[in-house]
């Protein structure tokens, strides 16, 4: 990956923070665009330190209008995106009575508007006729849990999106895949599981027992994000320990 350059939204912790490093180790330049400045900072100054030059541009993607800005910054500075990684996404496990109609709309906003957002802020940097567009979903657009009804309709609006970006943009030599991660050990899981008795009753649906890590869809996002998956187009996999299927 030395000297391409990985765009991952949300990514200033948990699973975006991970897939940037992944990208970063593989020799990545990596831009950190999140709207928690200090982590952001934090993250993009390690990286820098640890592996290649890093950007953190402060950006909110339910606002196209930072993402705009955002993506006008990385072009003047880097001159290139080749990864693209919409992971930015919040979420509440609530039930219809406790969603008000303004958290119904934060969550989509964030999770969906600011998908398409961000693919539409980024989808002409692209050169050389390849790159990667990888949206972090979840499995939670599949079985209806694991967040409230406005997480899963927004995952599984991603997961419309990454079908129909996969039409348009296959022809430009543009992969588009989404991974659905199930549960991982991040602030969401946190707040999720809050407790122990909570975590055991997961983990007995689990087969293969354990919670999975950041650096587990990392893993996968490198392999999506690397040459040996080229011929890997307009999937949703999901990445649970098993727990679905
Ligand atoms: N952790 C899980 O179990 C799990 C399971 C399935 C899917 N996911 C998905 O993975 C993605 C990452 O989740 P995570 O667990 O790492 O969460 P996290 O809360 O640890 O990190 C999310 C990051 O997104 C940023 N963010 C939120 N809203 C933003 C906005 N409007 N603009 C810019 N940045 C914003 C936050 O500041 C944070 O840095 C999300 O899309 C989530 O839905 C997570």
């Known amino acids: 990956m030395k000297g391409k350059v990985a765009v991952v939204t949300g990514a200033a912790k948990g699973i975006g923070k991970a897939i940037a490093r992944k990208f970063a180790e593989a020799g990545a330049h990596t831009v950190i665009l999140d709207f928690d400045q200090n982590n952001g900072e934090e993250t993009a100054a390690e990286f820098s330190r640890d592996y290649s030059e890093s950007l953190f541009i402060k950006t909110d993607v339910s606002d196209p209008e ?11 500075y880097f001159k290139r995106v080749d990864i693209l990684v919409i992971n930015a996404g919040i979420s509440y496990l609530h039930s219809i009575d406790e969603i008000s109609i ?3 709309q934060r969550v989509l906003r964030i999770n969906l508007d600011g998908s398409f957002y961000t693919l539409k802020a980024f989808c002409d940097h692209f050169v050389d006729n390849v790159g990667k567009v990888i949206f972090i ?18 995952k599984a609006g991603q997961h ?13 030599g543009i992969n588009v895949n989404a991974i659905a991660p199930r549960v991982i050990q991040t602030d969401i899981l946190d707040t999720l599981y809050p407790d122990d008795a909570s975590r055991e009753e997961l983990l007995k649906k689990i087969p293969l027992r354990r919670i999975g890590q950041p650096e587990d869809i990392a893993n ?6 690397s040459p040996e998956s080229s011929y890997i187009h307009g999937q949703i996999m999901l990445a649970d320990g098993g727990r679905t299927y």
Do not use: C, N
Request: aromatic residues 8%; glycine residues 14%; proline residues 2%.
């Open 66 to 76: 930072s993402l705009r800005k955002a993506s006008d910054q990385v072009l003047a």
């Open 102 to 104: 303004e958290e119904w």
């Open 137 to 154: 979903t979840s499995g939670s657009a599949i079985t209806g849990t694991g967040g409230g009804m406005h997480y899963a309709s927004s």
């Open 160 to 172: 419309g999106l990454m079908r129909a970006a996969s039409k348009e943009f296959g022809p430009r």
């Open 220 to 225: 996968l996002a490198l392999f999506l994000a």
